[in-house]
């Protein structure tokens, strides 16, 4: 039996399992998006049980995660051509332009000649979600699955930068009670209930796209577009790797005991000067607000921050003025990292970096944290 025929019937036995699950959908499920968060659920719950960093070093035990990254890649490739290519012949554009189109008052269950189409973007769909999640555990970031904001950010990896766009947060206002539930939904984790929707969305209609072109159906059956292009493993090393780095930098900047509502509400004003929270300073947040809260020093100063309506900048620079020298410069030092966590610093944020260094009785070095945010974060 050769290779190709062993991958094909495996690929054809995969199809025949996801049509035996699409069963359980309706097609109002389906074309309304809901069907994302109870797939998500199916197809990684016992697969994130299965695939850890132990999996992988008694997989490939002499390869560097790159490498193996690169192989799970050209694998993720293979196996979506050879879907393509026999989904492309299962069903016809009509069939698939007209899941897209039923509405409520399509019959409850899938037609059987749908049920060719609803496999294929399963397994499309899947096929990326698993190959983001091995990057998450070859990055040493494994993605939580109780955690919103992991499994938010594993989307957005999995599905690329339209289906991030349409999940990213909106600008921060600088009205004070808009402030205030931007940093909540920071510290909460996003809104999947509202999101996934919109993902399940954009996938069925990326599925049903795909085959109306005629004579490129095959190869765009694959539905793995974003990931046959190059940029696929420095997107997912920058994700992964600098949510790596963040966790240990937060790590660090606990352990130096800074006055935690100072701490927190320094990083805020760096990060809300230009009226936007990026998702690397979200991660930030989002970290520094865990990890503080199993410190017994720290719970009570969360807690004051969660409820947060607008940051006192008077009264934080008197609080600086007064710290002790070390003190200060382990907060400015959080402040640089602040600014520079999402590899770009803007000139409001210099301008507030050197107002805080005055604070802190620090020189400020301009440069320094420009090579910061250029040449990366903290190695994990």
Known sequence: MTEDYSHKTEVKTDLQ????????????????????AKFLKYALESYAEKVNAEYFRKKHPHL??????????????KYAAIEGAVSAGAYSAAVAATVGSMGGGSPIAIPAAALSFIADLFY??????????????????????ADPGDLYDLVKVA????AG?????????????VVGQGVKSVISGPALSYTFPIVGKYLLQRNIIKFSIPLVSIPL???????????????????????????????????????ALILLQTVLIVMLVDQ????????????????LKLESSGRAAVKEFEEIIKVDEDELFIKLRALEQEQALNVFEAACYAAAVD?????????????????????YDKKTVEKMAKDGLVSP
């Open 124 to 145: 499309s769909t899947r096929l990326q979600l698993h190959l983001a999640y091995d990057m998450s555990v070859l990055y040493e970031h494994p993605v939580d699955m």
């Open 276 to 291: 936007l929270i990026s998702a690397e300073e979200a991660w930030l947040l989002n970290y520094l607000t865990k990890q």
């Open 159 to 162: 599905f690329g930068i339209k």
């Open 343 to 363: 590899h770009k610093v803007n000139k409001k944020k210099h301008n507030m970096l050197v107002d805080i260094a005055d604070a802190c009785r620090v020189k």
């Open 165 to 177: 766009k349409m999940m990213q947060g909106t600008v921060v206002s600088s009205k004070p009670e």
């Open 64 to 77: 560097t995660a790159d490498a193996i990254v690169t192989r799970r890649i050209d694998t993720a490739r």
């Open 17 to 36: 399992d996801l049509k035996r699950h699409a069963k359980e959908y309706t097609i109002e499920d389906i074309r309304s998006g809901e069907w994302f």
């Open 221 to 259: 059956a694959a539905g793995m577009n974003y990931w046959n292009t190059g940029s696929v493993t420095r997107i997912v090393r920058q994700v992964y790797r600098d949510k790596a780095a963040i966790a240990k930098k937060v790590q660090q900047l606990v352990e130096l005991k800074i006055d």
